[in-house]
């Protein structure tokens, strides 16, 4: 099958980790899914038995690693895992608990989750700079693996899937954690291949749920914690 102009990129969360149950901060840890997040990849999974798939691009975690494996078999699809969809690096602050970062950076905390560009963790990744180097990535496997008639499947970790949703409907850094913690695992995202803009957008999963916002920049002041 050729090419075509617009695409169905559907966009899974992976399986969450024991650290994410515990409510620990995970950025690029890691990590295998633990059995909620099994059981959520299979449903996943499932899902997309039913549609044809051009292949399953993911990122390099276990966790994403486990779930684009259940994909690819359920479609027989194949995976492309691409270094560059790896989890946005969160330093020091990995692995804590997010209350005790609250407790002793409460400022900051608050900050980062009202907007999570306008603050770097202390050793960690810039969200500029996590934009730039997944929406690359997504932009490049869109143009290469998608066909005609089939959709793309694109794997990431929970941050990741808020940030790529963010940029493909053009919606604020500060609607990423609403995503993150609200949105289904499992969203399809009608994309212009030629443009990269979403033209339309459908949540699929039992607890189907999703809105649409207007496009805002990124232009905010940004906190650099350093060193903790």
Known sequence: MGKARFVDVWLVRAGCTQWDQEGRIVG???LPSCQAGLESARQAATTLSHHSIAAVVTGPSEACRTTSTLIAEATQAKVRELEALGE??????????????EDRCPTAYRQWKSDPSSVIP?????YEDAVERVAGAAQAAIKKYH??????????????????????EKRPPS???????????????TVNSDTMATVAAAAASREAQGSLSSPVGLGRSRLNLGRA
């Open 122 to 126: 202390p050793e960690g990744e810039a």
């Open 147 to 168: 066909r005609a008639g089939q959709g793309l499947a694109i794997v990431v970790g929970p941050t990741i899937f808020g940030l790529l949703k963010c940029w493909f």
């Open 88 to 101: 946005i690096g969160l330093g020091l602050w990995e692995g804590t608990l997010a209350c005790d970062i």
């Open 28 to 30: 690029a840890t890691d």
């Open 175 to 189: 609607d990423l954690w609403q995503l993150v913690e609200n949105d289904p695992s499992l969203q399809r995202l």
